[in-house]
């Protein structure tokens, strides 16, 4: 089985990929903006729903239900899809998805594909499949064309050109669709991408989607957006082909009630998307009358198999946890090094890889938990991230990795006081080549990564204990302590220099 | 000694134990000075158990979870009969009461699941212990500086202190508190995050230096040290003369310790 996230398997580490990112101060400018304004306004829409919470309790509550009954969930959508005159394709990993859809091109004789709203397709590395079988893919949600035409990677999972401001799309645009005196006015920009993408809606004659939900009970699939180009995607071309992971499954079509209000409020604030496109196989003289489902697994049967970290697999790619992460402000997506950034990213293509790559993104996060706070279905982010570091060094770290190697002593000095107060002794003598007027500037080792934009204030002359120790024996000479005595004491121990 | 001072509306007085911390014993006495002072000025005796070391959440937190389990053995084992235990650390509460219950139910210790559950209703953080336990928000405190309050990752989102520590700083005579602009959000610190991503971790702390110096404070307090640490490492480099101070330091002081202690 070749399990694949795009291009992972040569992305760096997280810390290495985000140097060049921090230091391009118009793409920190660029998502720092565009993450602000998108909280802002789901702050005030989530704020207008009284059951917010309740909400958020449902869908986590649906989806958790759902992936304890996945499998016959997706054979009750396959038989209600094929019923309704589509046809499910099961594709095990990356390659199988890929070889299934050039099939169903190659089939239906087609050159082009128009495509919209599949994050999966480039978690698969579908379009470089197909240009490889000699079919041209074209992207038509907007970000997506800017992504394409700049040879850029995506860098949010709701707004992949989310790093890029309206000059650079302008300089893409003039570029490559050929307009020199493009200016960089917002309806001027649309007006050229929409003239770019309206040739290719009439013109392509099959069409490759994603999928936000797909209904088990009805063998619905559900998108939403809003520019209306995904409308167009799916309803002009004659083939309609839609790859979606195994976890995008509801039992139910009522369920769509929960999520329709979840997912437009978190992802791009507002009380709903532009674009609710919602169909079911296909229907004689309306719309594609082929229609294909492909469903994905590509690493997803592993994470279920994990009782722990399974509630990754709830996620309906809203992006809000992105737009809150203080570590995503600062790089941007790419930093990530596959389709899936931000914290749920840091989660998700890992677990994808079965650990064996991407080892760096679990620890790419401070465990601030604004992302599980802001999380629609509840994926509490921070427990599966420990978790997966928990993983990463059991299953990858050596025992003679210097890391383990401290943190191993580290548990040895702290399972004995003994041990423990030598320690703090030892720290007070072993620090001084180091201390200069009572701070420490420039410490050896990892530590180093500490003192080169940190000082660390020297160990005191007194630890707490030792103070404490200190006390006890003043006090007894003392007899029992008043209040106002214990606070002139500590008046006059307390030195915050010392 | 316990008496009565009309705080506690009644002769309640309490013993307290203090788990400090590893590294507010190690790096920072003063925090804990002043938990102690504060604490028994306000009429309740402070216990410090000397066994005490760590409560594992470094451990936990990087992946090595099978040392921190040792660490919570003692930790349950040390403060199983107090009272009442207060840490003035909202992360290690939150490691203790987030992650300790699974942890012993990994272990497969029924007896350590039960003493677990028991303790966790008697853990506080410090302004929990004052505000919930004791009932108050005035504790007869004199700071007479110009303040800014962070709320720290973990007492937002996993304790939940919403704006205790804030109630508490507003009660304090001649405090000038001025309001930290992005207020909960993270420092960069995130425990060894700061060394294993060292340069993304300064980009979050230059945000977050640039927000405390746009308050004009003297001082950025917390209820975690170790936030302070990491903010206050920054500002000392960058010579911001802006200093720091956990909430107890600013809690412990009365004005009759003017011109007796640092505090003045």
Same mark, same amino acid.
């Given at each position: 089985?070749?399990?694949?996230?795009?291009?992972?398997?040569?992305?760096?580490?997280?810390?290495?990929?985000?140097?060049?990112?921090?230091?391009?101060?118009?793409?920190?400018?660029?998502?720092?903006?565009?993450?602000?304004?998108?909280?802002?306004?789901?702050?005030?829409?989530?704020?207008?729903?009284?059951?917010?919470?309740?909400?958020?309790?449902?869908?986590?509550?649906?989806?958790?239900?759902?992936?304890?009954?996945?499998?016959?969930?997706?054979?009750?959508?396959?038989?209600?899809?094929?019923?309704?005159?589509?046809?499910?394709?099961?594709?095990?990993?990356?390659?199988?998805?890929?070889?299934?859809?050039? *099939?169903?091109?190659?089939?239906?004789?087609?050159?082009?594909?128009?495509?919209?709203?599949?994050?999966?397709?480039?978690?698969? *590395?579908?379009?470089?499949?197909?240009?490889?079988?000699?079919?041209?893919?074209?992207?038509?949600?907007?970000?997506?064309?800017?992504?394409?035409?700049?040879?850029?990677?995506?860098?949010?999972?709701?707004?992949?050109?989310?790093?890029?401001?309206?000059?650079?799309?302008?300089?893409?645009?003039?570029?490559?669709?050929?307009?020199?005196?493009?200016?960089?006015?917002?309806?001027?920009?649309?007006?050229?991408?929409?003239?770019?993408?309206?040739?290719?809606?009439?013109?392509?004659?099959?069409?490759?989607?994603?999928?936000?939900?797909?209904?088990?009970?009805?063998?619905?699939?559900?998108?939403?957006?809003?520019?209306?180009?995904?409308?167009?995607?799916?309803?002009?071309?004659?083939?309609?082909?839609?790859?979606?992971?195994?976890?995008?499954?509801?039992?139910?079509?009522?369920?769509?009630?929960?999520?329709?209000?979840?997912?437009?409020?978190?992802?791009?604030?507002?009380?709903?998307?532009?674009?609710?496109?919602?169909?079911?196989?296909?229907?004689? *003289?309306?719309?594609?009358?082929?229609?294909?489902?492909?469903?994905?697994?590509?690493?997803?049967?592993?994470?279920?198999?994990?009782?722990?970290?399974?509630?990754?697999?709830?996620?309906?790619?809203?992006?809000?946890?992105?737009?809150?992460?203080?570590?995503?402000?600062?790089?941007?997506?790419?930093?990530?090094?596959?389709?899936?950034?931000?914290?749920?990213?840091?989660?998700?293509?890992?677990?994808?890889?079965?650990?064996?790559?991407?080892?760096?993104?679990?620890?790419?996060?401070?465990?601030?938990?604004?992302?599980?706070?802001?999380?629609?279905?509840?994926?509490?982010?921070?427990?599966?991230?420990?978790?997966?570091?928990?993983?990463?060094?059991?299953?990858?770290?050596?025992?003679?990795?210097?890391?383990?190697?401290?943190?191993?002593?580290?548990?040895?000095?702290?399972?004995?006081?003994?041990?423990?107060?030598?320690?703090?002794?030892?720290?007070?003598?072993?620090?001084?080549?180091?201390?200069?007027?009572?701070?420490?500037?420039?410490?050896?080792?990892?530590?180093?990564?500490?003192?080169?934009?940190?000082?660390?204030?020297?160990?005191?002359?007194?630890?707490?204990?030792?103070?404490?120790?200190?006390?006890?024996?003043?006090?007894?000479?003392?007899?029992?302590?008043?209040?106002?005595?214990?606070?002139?004491?500590?008046?006059?121990?307390?030195?915050?220099?010392? | 000694?316990?008496?009565?001072?009309?705080?506690?509306?009644?002769?309640?007085?309490?013993?307290?134990?203090?788990?400090?911390?590893?590294? %507010?014993?190690?790096?920072?006495?003063?925090?804990?000075?002043?938990?102690?002072?504060?604490?028994?000025?306000?009429?309740?005796?402070?216990?410090?158990?000397?066994?005490?070391?760590?409560?594992?959440?470094?451990?936990?937190?990087?992946?090595?979870?099978?040392?921190?389990?040792?660490?919570?053995?003692?930790?349950?084992?040390?403060?199983?009969?107090?009272?009442?235990?207060?840490?003035?650390?909202?992360?290690?509460?939150?490691?203790?009461?987030?992650?300790?219950?699974?942890?012993?139910?990994?272990?497969?210790?029924?007896?350590?699941?039960?003493?677990?559950?028991?303790?966790?209703?008697?853990?506080?953080?410090?302004?929990?212990?004052?505000?919930?336990?004791?009932?108050? #928000?005035?504790?007869?405190?004199?700071?007479?500086?110009?303040?800014?309050?962070?709320?720290?990752?973990?007492?937002?989102?996993?304790?939940?202190?919403?704006?205790?520590?804030?109630?508490?700083?507003?009660?304090?005579?001649?405090?000038?508190?001025? #309001?930290?602009? %992005?207020?909960?959000?993270?420092?960069?610190?995130?425990?060894?995050?700061?060394?294993?991503?060292?340069?993304?971790?300064?980009?979050?702390?230059?945000?977050?230096?640039?927000?405390?110096?746009?308050?004009?404070?003297?001082?950025?307090?917390?209820?975690?040290?170790?936030?302070?640490?990491?903010?206050?490492?920054?500002?000392?480099?960058?010579?911001?003369?802006?200093?720091?101070?956990?909430?107890?330091?600013?809690?412990?002081?009365?004005?009759?310790?003017?011109? #007796?202690?640092?505090?003045?």
């Amino acid at each position: 089985m070749t399990i694949r996230v795009g291009e992972t398997e040569h992305a760096q580490s997280f810390q290495k990929a985000a140097l060049p990112l921090l230091e391009d101060a118009q793409l920190r400018k660029n998502v720092r903006h565009a993450t602000d304004v998108i909280q802002r306004k789901r702050g005030i829409v989530v704020g207008e729903t009284p059951d917010w919470q309740e909400l958020r309790t449902a869908g986590s509550a649906i989806k958790a239900h759902t992936l304890r009954y996945l499998d016959q969930y997706l054979l009750q959508f396959e038989q209600a899809c094929t019923a309704a005159g589509g046809q499910v394709h099961w594709a095990s990993d990356a390659d199988d998805a890929n070889r299934i859809i050039v *099939g169903l091109v190659q089939q239906y004789s087609g050159s082009e594909v128009i495509k919209i709203k599949t994050m999966t397709s480039e978690e698969i *590395g579908l379009n470089e499949a197909l240009e490889q079988a000699g079919i041209r893919a074209h992207e038509t949600d907007l970000a997506e064309v800017i992504v394409q035409l700049g040879g850029d990677k995506s860098s949010h999972i709701v707004a992949p050109a989310v790093h890029k401001n309206r000059s650079q799309v302008r300089q893409i645009f003039r570029e490559r669709m050929n307009l020199p005196d493009l200016s960089d006015d917002p309806e001027e920009l649309t007006a050229a991408a929409r003239h770019y993408l309206r040739e290719k809606f009439l013109r392509v004659k099959i069409g490759i989607s994603g999928a936000n939900f797909l209904v088990a009970e009805t063998g619905s699939v559900s998108i939403v957006e809003s520019e209306g180009n995904g409308r167009m995607c799916l309803t002009l071309p004659d083939v309609l082909i839609s790859i979606a992971g195994i976890e995008k499954i509801i039992p139910r079509f009522e369920d769509l009630e929960v999520f329709l209000q979840l997912l437009p409020r978190s992802a791009t604030g507002e009380c709903m998307n532009p674009y609710n496109s919602l169909w079911t196989g296909v229907r004689a *003289g309306d719309g594609p009358q082929h229609f294909h489902v492909v469903l994905l697994d590509n690493g997803r049967t592993g994470i279920l198999a994990d009782a722990e970290s399974r509630q990754t697999l709830q996620c309906i790619r809203c992006g809000a946890c992105l737009n809150t992460c203080p570590v995503y402000r600062q790089t941007g997506g790419h930093a990530y090094g596959s389709s899936y950034s931000g914290p749920i990213g840091a989660i998700v293509t890992p677990q994808l890889l079965q650990m064996r790559q991407a080892q760096s993104l679990p620890f790419a996060s401070t465990l601030c938990g604004a992302c599980y706070e802001v999380c629609p279905v509840k994926i509490n982010i921070p427990e599966v991230l420990i978790h997966l570091r928990g993983r990463v060094v059991r299953e990858q770290k050596s025992a003679l990795d210097p890391e383990a190697l401290a943190m191993k002593t580290a548990a040895a000095i702290f399972t004995s006081r003994r041990r423990f107060e030598a320690a703090q002794r030892l720290g007070r003598v072993a620090q001084w080549p180091m201390v200069s007027h009572g701070w420490m500037r420039n410490l050896p080792g990892m530590l180093g990564n500490w003192t080169r934009v940190r000082d660390l204030r020297a160990l005191p002359k007194q630890t707490f204990r030792a103070w404490w120790k200190a006390r006890a024996k003043t006090d007894l000479t003392r007899g029992p302590s008043t209040p106002l005595r214990a606070a002139r004491n500590l008046a006059q121990d307390y030195d915050p220099n010392a | 000694m316990c008496w009565d001072d009309g705080y506690t509306g009644g002769p309640s007085c309490l013993r307290v134990s203090l788990f400090i911390t590893c590294y %507010n014993d190690t790096l920072f006495p003063a925090t804990g000075q002043a938990v102690v002072h504060l604490i028994e000025r306000l009429g309740h005796t402070v216990d410090f158990p000397l066994e005490q070391t760590c409560c594992g959440q470094m451990h936990y937190n990087t992946g090595y979870q099978q040392e921190a389990t040792p660490l919570m053995r003692r930790f349950v084992e040390i403060f199983r009969d107090a009272e009442a235990v207060c840490i003035p650390s909202s992360s290690c509460v939150a490691m203790i009461r987030d992650h300790y219950p699974k942890m012993a139910a990994e272990a497969g210790d029924p007896g350590l699941e039960r003493a677990v559950d028991e303790l966790l209703p008697r853990v506080y953080e410090l302004t929990e212990l004052l505000v919930h336990r004791f009932g108050l #928000e005035d504790v007869g405190a004199y700071f007479p500086h110009r303040v800014t309050y962070h709320a720290s990752c973990h007492s937002q989102r996993s304790l939940h202190l919403g704006n205790l520590p804030l109630r508490l700083l507003r009660k304090v005579r001649g405090i000038d508190l001025v #309001e930290l602009p %992005n207020i909960d959000r993270c420092c960069g610190f995130g425990g060894t995050f700061a060394i294993k991503m060292g340069d993304i971790s300064a980009a979050m702390l230059a945000d977050k230096m640039k927000d405390v110096e746009n308050t004009g404070a003297e001082v950025v307090t917390a209820v975690d040290t170790s936030c302070l640490m990491h903010i206050f490492g920054g500002l000392h480099r960058a010579r911001a003369g802006v200093r720091m101070a956990h909430i107890a330091e600013i809690l412990a002081p009365t004005e009759s310790d003017v011109g #007796e202690g640092a505090w003045a």
